[in-house]
C-alpha cells in the first residue's frame, strides 16, 4: 500500500507532468517559431534547448514517479543512542541569523558579474571558470585540489557538449576576438 506522503508527491509530479507537456506542445510551439525546412546541417533550430528541457524534465519526472511506485519512499534513518545524547533545541532568538544572507548575496553579485561584466569581456569559458570558483568559495571551500579542479571538469564538459557535440559556439569576449 502506498502511504500518504508518496500519493501526495505523485499527484504534484502528475501535475508537474501536465504542465510539462503542455509547454511542450502548447507554449514552444507557440513563443518560438522554427525556419521552414531547416536542417540539421544549418545548425541547431531555435526551439532545441527548449524542448530538449521539457523532455529531460519530463524523464526526471516520470524516473522519480516509477521510483516511488516500485521502491516506495526511503526510510528515515534510526538515530542511535538515547536521547540524553541528542542537542538540546532551544527557542533562542539570538541562533538565528539577522539581515540579509551574505552568501545568496554574493552567489547573486557573482551570477550577475558574470552575465554582464566577466562574460562580454573575457569569454564565457574563464568567466565560467572564475565564477564557478568564486561560488565555491562563497560557499566555504578552501583546499586549493576542490575549489580548482570542479570548475575545470565543468568547463570541459560544457565545451564538449556544447562546442564539439552541438556545434553552438559561447561566446568569446572582447579580449579573445568575439
Known sequence: MVDLETRSELRQLAILLIVDVAFYFLAI??????????SMDQGLPPSFAAKLVAILAGALMVSRCLQLVFFGRPAAPELIGDSSEAPEITADDDAAPAGVP??????????????????????????????LVVLLRVLGENRPAFLFLPPVIVSVLVWGLFEQLLSIRLPDGMLFGG
Open 29 to 38: 510551439p507557440a513563443g518560438i517559431l522554427d525556419p521552414e525546412g531547416m
Open 102 to 131: 551574505q552568501r545568496g548575496l554574493l552567489g547573486m553579485l557573482a551570477g550577475l558579474a558574470f552575465a554582464y561584466v566577466l562574460t562580454p569581456v573575457i569569454g564565457f569559458f574563464p568567466a565560467g571558470f572564475v565564477l
